[in-house]
C-alpha cells in the first residue's frame, strides 16, 4: 500500500526575531526567581512558584506514558521574552510577530469581529484586544500575568485551586515556570454572546511553554472559549506543558474548544481540569491534531448535585505521532451526569490511545454517564488503544459504555475510487464524516478552520 | 470509431498465484456481453483488473479503451473516462452520507459543480426507479444497507454516472422481481450509449436482455462463447461443459 503523506506546510516556518531575554537552557531555582522578578510579580506569586519547584523536582517522570523517557527537561529554555510591551492594537504589534500572525491568519479572524482576540507569542502576550462591549458587561479576559496585576483578589482567591501545584509532574513545571496564558471572569449572569478566543504559538526553537489558563464562571455565566495552537517545525524538541482551570459556579456553562495543532516535535502535556457547582455545566471539545506526543485528558468534578459534563475529544496521528489523550468524570454530588466521546484517527504508523476515567463513588446517587471511543484506523502499521476505566460503587448509576474501531481499508478506497473518488478526496470525506458530529459543535469559523486543517493534513495523500 | 473496452490475452496473479490466463473480450457501446462460470473461476478477477485494483498484478496482456491503455490509469481516472464497475459486495463508508458520496461522485465523473438542491432532483427519479426510498439520502454508504439495498444502490449509481462501459459484477444476486424488472429496463433504456458486461448466475437477468455474446469461463480462462443455447446448457447441466 502507498503512504499517505501529511503536509502541513503552511505552519512550518519561522521568524528571525530577537528575543529581549532568553535564559539558557536548564531548571534552577534560581531561573524561576529571575522570572518572576522581570515580571515584577508580587511576592506571593514568587513563593507559589517555588513551592511548586519542589513538588516538580521530588516527582519521578511518569511511566504509564510511552515515549516520555526521551524527553529531556535539561535541554529546554525555560523562557523567552519577545517582545517586552503589550499592544493594545494591531498597529502595535512588532512587524515580524504581525508577519507570523498574518501567515497564520489570524487578523481575518479578527476582523470578522470575533468577541476578543488574544494571542500569545512564545512567552508573553503582544496582543490583545477585548471589545468595549465585553468591557461593559464586567467581563475581565486578559493575560493571566496581567490578571495578577490587575486582578489580584481573584486570582489569589481561584488560581492552583483546580489544579493544585502538586497535582502532577507537569502540572508542577508548569505553576513553577508558567507565564502568560488567559484569565477570563465572567461576572454573575452574564451570558457572552461571542466565543472568545486565543491563539498561542511556539516560534523559538527549543522554548518551553507554560501558559496558564483561568476561567471563572459566576453564578448563571455563559462563556466560550476557544484556543487554537500552531508551532513552527524544529528538529529539536519543543515542550508544552500547559495548565487550564475552570470554574463554573452555580447554574454557569463553560464551554472551551481547543484545536491543537503544534508542529511534530513538541511534547504536549495539559492539565486541564473544571469544578462544576450546583446544575454547572461544563463542556470541553478537545482536537489534537499536532505534536509528537500528547498526554491530556480534560476532566471534570462535578462537586455539587445537576453538575454536567460533556467531553468530546478528537486526537488525529499521522507517522511518528502519539495522542494519549482522553476524558475524566469524576461524580461526587448525586443527579450527576457525564457524556464522553472519543474519536481518533491513526495512520503510517501513528498511534492514538484513549484514556479514560470516570468515576461515580458511593452516594452519588442517580448519576448517569454514557462514554463512547470510535477509532479509525488506516493501516497496519497504526495502532489505536483504548483504556477505559470506571470506578462504580453507587448502584443506581446508570453506566453505558461502547467502542469501537472501524478501518478504512483498501476496499474502501477502491469503492470510492472506482466511482470516479480520487482516493485522498475519498480519505478526506471519511475522515470528515468521523469527526463530523466534532465539527457541528464547533463556532462557524473554527469549523471552517478544522475542516481546512484536516484537508491539509491529507492533502498529497497520494501522489 | 465505435467505442468500447478490448481486453486481449490478459493474465492476472494475485501474490503468486494465476487467476487468470489469456482472457480476451471485448465490448463495444450498445452491447451486452454475459459472463458466467463457476464460483472461483476469475469473473471478479477480470472485473478488478477492468477497475484498476492494484492488489491484481498484470503479468501479461493488455485492456484499453477506445485505444487508450486502461492500465496506465488509476481507477479514478478510469471512471473518468467513463468506465463503471460494479461491486460483487459492496463495502460500507462509515459516517459518509449517501447524498454528499453521490454528489462527489458525480461531480468527479462529469467535471462538473451542481447544487444540492438541483443534485436531489436528479438523484429523486432515479431512487424511485430503483425502489429505494428517499430516506436513504440521510444515511450513511451502504451502513446497515439490506443485501438488496446494496444492490439497488449500486444501479442507482449506473444510472446517475451514465458510464460508456458497465461491468456489473452479480449486481442481479438479491434482487427483488421488481428490482429485477428495473434492472433490465436500466440496461435496455442505456443500451444505445452504453456497453455492458454481466457477471451472473443465474438465466433470470435474461428473461428481458438480450445478450450479444454469451461467454463461460473456468479456471481463468473463457472456454466458450455463443448464444442463449450456451445459457440453457449451463441451466440444465451446469458446468460440467466443455
Ligand atoms: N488474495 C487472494 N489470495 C489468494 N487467492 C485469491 C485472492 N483473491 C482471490 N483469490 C482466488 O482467486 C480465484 C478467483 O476468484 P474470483 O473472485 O475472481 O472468482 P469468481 O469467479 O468471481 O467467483 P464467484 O462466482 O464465487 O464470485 C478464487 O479461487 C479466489 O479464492
Ligand atoms: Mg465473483
Redesign the interface.
Known amino acids: 500500500m502507498e503512504k499517505l503523506e501529511i503536509q502541513a506546510d503552511r505552519y512550518d516556518f519561522k521568524e528571525d526575531i530577537d528575543y529581549k531575554v532568553r535564559f539558557p537552557n536548564g531548571l534552577s531555582e534560581r531561573v524561576i526567581k529571575n522570572l518572576s522578578d522581570i515580571k515584577g510579580e508580587p511576592n506571593w506569586m514568587k513563593e507559589f512558584r517555588l513551592n511548586a519547584y519542589k513538588f516538580f523536582s521530588r516527582r519521578p517522570m511518569p511511566n504509564w506514558i510511552d515515549g516520555l523517557d526521551k524527553l529531556n527537561l535539561n535541554d529546554i529554555s525555560y523562557f523567552a521574552l519577545a517582545s517586552d510591551k503589550k499592544s493594545t492594537s494591531w498597529e502595535d504589534v512588532p512587524k515580524k510577530i504581525k508577519d507570523t500572525y498574518d501567515k497564520l491568519g489570524i487578523p481575518e479572524a479578527e476582523k470578522r469581529a470575533l468577541g476578543g482576540v488574544e494571542a500569545m507569542f512564545d512567552s508573553t502576550v503582544v496582543y490583545n484586544n477585548v471589545r468595549e462591549e465585553l468591557k461593559k458587561e464586567g467581563i475581565i479576559f486578559c493575560d493571566t500575568d496581567s490578571a495578577v496585576k490587575d486582578y489580584p483578589e481573584l486570582v489569589k482567591k481561584y488560581f492552583g485551586k483546580v489544579v493544585s501545584p502538586n497535582d502532577n509532574k507537569f502540572a508542577a513545571l508548569n505553576s513553577a515556570l508558567w507565564s502568560g496564558g488567559s484569565f477570563i471572569y465572567v461576572p454573575k449572569g452574564v451570558k457572552v454572546k461571542l466565543p472568545l478566543q486565543a491563539y498561542f504559538r511556539i516560534n523559538a526553537a527549543n522554548m518551553g511553554q507554560f501558559e496558564r489558563t483561568l476561567i471563572i464562571a459566576d453564578e448563571g455565566a455563559d462563556v466560550t472559549y476557544v484556543e487554537g495552537c500552531s508551532a513552527t517545525t524544529y528538529s529539536k524538541e519543543s515542550l508544552h506543558a500547559a495548565v487550564v482551570e475552570i470554574i463554573a459556579m452555580k447554574g454557569a456553562h463553560v464551554k472551551y474548544i481547543t484545536i491543537q495543532n503544534w508542529s511534530s516535535d513538541v511534547y504536549n502535556l495539559v492539565t486541564k481540569r473544571a469544578f462544576a457547582y450546583e446544575n454547572a455545566y461544563v463542556e470541553w471539545i478537545d482536537a489534537n491534531i499536532g505534536a509528537k506526543l500528547t498526554a491530556k485528558y480534560p476532566s471534570v468534578y462535578m462537586l455539587e448535585p445537576g453538575a454536567k459534563a460533556n467531553i468530546l475529544s478528537i486526537a488525529f496521528a499521522d507517522k511518528g505521532q502519539h495522542q494519549d489523550a482522553g476524558a475524566k468524570a469524576i461524580h461526587l454530588a448525586p443527579a450527576t451526569s457525564s457524556v464522553i466521546r472519543s474519536k481518533s484517527i491513526c495512520l503510517n504508523g501513528g498511534r492514538t490511545t484513549y484514556r479514560g476515567l470516570v468515576k461515580i463513588p458511593r452516594g452519588s446517587k442517580d448519576s448517569n454517564t454514557s462514554v463512547t471511543c470510535d477509532a479509525l484506523i488506516f493501516d497496519d502499521d497504526s495502532r489505536t488503544d483504548t483504556y477505559p476505566y470506571m470506578e462504580i460503587s453507587e448502584e443506581s448509576a446508570d453506566v453505558s459504555h461502547e467502542a469501537s474501531v472501524g478501518k478504512i481499508g483498501e476496499d474502501q478506497r477502491l469503492y470510492m475510487e472506482s466511482r470516479g473518488i480520487p482516493e485522498n478526496e475519498g480519505i478526506n470525506m471519511v475522515v470528515l464524516g468521523f469527526v463530523g458530529e466534532f465539527i457541528k459543535e464547533l463556532p462557524m469559523e473554527f469549523a471552517l478552520e478544522f475542516n481546512r486543517l484536516i484537508k491539509i493534513n491529507m492533502e498529497n495523500a497520494v501522489g | 470509431m465505435e467505442s468500447g473496452v478490448d481486453i486481449e490475452k490478459l493474465s492476472v496473479r494475485i501474490k503468486e498465484k494465476v487467476l487468470l490466463r489469456g482472457v480476451s473480450l471485448h465490448v463495444k457501446t450498445g452491447e451486452t456481453h454475459i459472463l458466467m462460470g463457476p464460483n472461483g473461476s476469475g469473473k471478479t478477477t477480470l472485473a478488478r483488473a477492468i477497475?484498476?485494483?492494484k492488489?491484481y498484478t498484470v503479468t501479461d496482456g493488455k485492456i484499453e479503451f477506445n485505444g487508450a491503455d486502461l492500465l496506465k490509469l488509476?481507477?479514478?481516472e478510469r471512471?473518468?473516462l467513463g468506465i463503471?464497475?460494479s461491486?460483487q459486495e459492496?463495502?460500507?463508508?462509515?459516517?459518509?452520507?449517501t447524498l454528499?458520496?453521490l454528489k462527489?461522485?458525480y461531480e468527479?465523473?462529469n467535471s462538473t459543480k451542481i447544487t444540492t438542491s438541483e443534485f436531489k432532483k436528479i438523484v429523486g427519479k432515479y431512487l424511485e426507479k430503483v425502489g429505494l426510498p428517499e430516506s436513504i439520502n440521510e444515511r450513511?454508504v451502504n451502513e446497515g444497507f439490506s443485501g438488496g439495498e446494496k444492490k439497488k444502490f449500486e444501479l442507482l449509481?449506473l444510472l446517475l454516472?451514465k458510464p460508456k462501459v458497465a461491468i456489473l459484477d452479480e449486481i442481479d444476486t438479491g434482487l427483488d422481481l421488481d428490482a429485477m424488472k428495473a434492472l433490465s429496463s436500466t440496461v435496455n433504456e442505456m443500451l444505445p450509449e452504453t456497453g455492458f458486461l454481466i457477471i451472473t448466475h443465474s438465466d433470470r437477468i435474461l428473461k428481458h436482455i438480450k445478450p450479444t455474446l454469451v461467454n463461460v469461463m473456468k479456471d481463468g480462462s473463457i472456454i466458450r462463447s455463443g448464444g442463449m443455447e450456451l445459457v440453457e446448457e449451463i441451466e440444465k447441466g451446469g458446468y460440467k461443459i466443455d
Open positions: 477497475l484498476g485494483d492488489r488509476k481507477p479514478h471512471a473518468r463503471f464497475v461491486f459492496p463495502v460500507a463508508l462509515q459516517g459518509v452520507n454528499s458520496f462527489t461522485a468527479s465523473v450513511h449509481q454516472l
